[in-house]
């Protein structure tokens, strides 16, 4: 998954906002730090409000199950 088309399903998944939503982020968060490593996903966090939204922060490890 390219970081844009993560930009994109996250921004989705930011509007909705509910719990499952936020199990989607989760998943995209995932597949982001297994392609592209810890410093994309915190950026993600950290541009899109993840923290606000999910309570996601910079460092936490995302992991498919």
């Known amino acids: 998954m390219t970081l844009e088309r993560a930009r994109e399903l ?3 998944q930011v509007g909705f ?3 499952y939503n936020r199990n989607a982020a989760r998943l995209i968060l995932a597949e ?3 392609e592209h490593g810890q410093a994309a996903v915190d ?3 950290r ?3 993840l ?3 999910f ?3 910079p460092g936490t490890g995302f ?3």
């Open 47 to 49: 541009e899109l409000g």
């Open 55 to 57: 309570g996601f922060r």
């Open 17 to 19: 906002g509910s719990g």
């Open 43 to 45: 950026g993600l966090i």
């Open 32 to 34: 982001v730090q297994r």
């Open 10 to 12: 996250l921004g989705v």
């Open 51 to 53: 923290e606000e939204a």
């Open 63 to 65: 992991k498919a199950p």
